[in-house]
């Protein structure tokens, strides 16, 4: 059982930058692929970023067309946590964002939620204009 817990959410400005965190206690994760969706009000939960699992330092990583070039995910083995750091924020990132984890070897990025067994609770990001 893997337990997620998000935190670094908050209220911005457009143009400002946040750190999303994805704590995770049970199990490590190294041996598994993680990502972040994100679900704004009235849409659809949708894909935000992806990262495989990684062996040393080497992994794979998926980002959204709409994130691309601003958004950064990562992994720290060391601290059981992954990261999305998100740069010149957009009133249309608004949303809860999900962490979400798989087991899995593959590097093929999965988009999907039902690929995705374990779930944090959610965090809110709000992009003021």
């Known amino acids: 059982q893997v337990q997620l817990v998000e935190s670094g959410g908050g209220l911005v400005q457009t143009g400002v930058s946040l750190r999303l965190s994805c704590a995770a206690s049970g199990r490590t994760l190294r041996n598994y692929a993680m990502a972040w969706f994100r679900q704004a009000p009235g849409k659809e939960r949708e894909i935000v970023s992806t990262i495989s699992w990684s062996d040393e330092n080497a992994y794979y990583t998926y980002y959204a067309d709409s994130v691309k070039g601003r958004f950064t995910i990562s992994r720290d083995h060391a601290k059981n946590t992954v990261y999305l750091q998100m740069n010149s924020l957009k009133p249309d990132d608004t949303a809860v964002y999900y962490c979400?984890?798989?087991?899995?070897?593959?590097?093929?990025?999965?988009?999907?939620?039902?690929?995705?067994?374990?779930w944090g609770q959610g965090t809110q990001v709000t992009v003021s204009s």
């Open positions: 979400a984890a798989r087991p899995s070897f593959e590097v093929r990025p999965r988009t999907k939620e039902f690929e995705y067994v374990y």
